[in-house]
């Protein structure tokens, strides 16, 4: 690949992940908002323990 190539292809991912991050802290500040206190950490861990206790009953 050519330098200039290379540099379009940062540019597009340095683009992408603004996108991204854009993104998801707006749903972190949404989770927030509706009462999820520690926002998208809060949804994780209430993901990781359902998945924790479908594991334990199988």
Do not use: P, W
């Amino acid at each position: 690949m050519s330098t200039h190539a290379l540099e379009k292809k940062i540019a597009y991912l340095e683009f992408v992940n603004d996108q991204l991050s854009s993104e998801i802290h707006y749903v972190d500040q949404l989770l927030r908002i509706i009462g999820f206190t520690n926002g998208l950490e809060t949804i994780k861990s209430a993901a990781q323990e359902v998945l924790d206790e479908e594991n334990l009953s199988e």
